[in-house]
């Protein structure tokens, strides 16, 4: 079974694939004279309602630059929360314990928030999701 480490670089690899591929495609237009244009979507209000803007553009996809710059945060920020040789968050403490120098079990609130962002994914795992209750 795969673990959360392995979830998330996987998911970013993916990305990283993708968004290199499609910075490709894009250097190939450009290098045959075509440009490539990101469309913005348009969300139009809903009839029913008469408090929402009439209609808002929202980017349609990340362009693959921007996936890039994403995908190298979210390396970032998992490699700051990796696990210590007590399989401890080395950057997490727990709140309202009795010192507040006590770090966080791994997998952190962070790093599970981070794989939350592909829930909807077949491998993701329902007992990495923050219980808030
Ligand atoms: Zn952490």
């Known amino acids: 079974m795969m673990t959360i480490e392995q979830f998330i670089d996987r998911r970013l690899e993916q990305q990283q694939e993708a968004a290199e591929f499609a910075l490709q495609l894009e250097h190939d237009f450009r290098d045959s004279g075509r440009e490539i244009e990101y469309q913005w979507v348009?969300?139009?209000?809903?009839?029913h309602s008469r408090t929402a803007p009439s209609a808002v553009f929202v980017p349609g996809v990340l362009?693959?630059?921007?996936t890039l710059r994403h995908v190298a945060v979210l390396r970032l920020i998992f490699g700051e929360h990796a696990p210590d040789e007590h399989h401890r968050c080395s950057v997490c403490r727990d709140s309202g314990s009795s010192g507040d120098h006590d770090t966080t079990a791994w997998p952190c609130p962070t790093v599970r928030?981070?794989?939350?962002?592909?829930?909807?994914?077949?491998?993701y795992r329902a007992e990495w999701a923050i219980d808030r209750r």
């Open 113 to 123: 928030e981070m794989a939350a962002l592909w829930s909807d994914h077949r491998d």
């Open 63 to 66: 362009t693959p630059k921007q």
């Open 42 to 47: 348009r969300l139009v209000r809903p009839k």
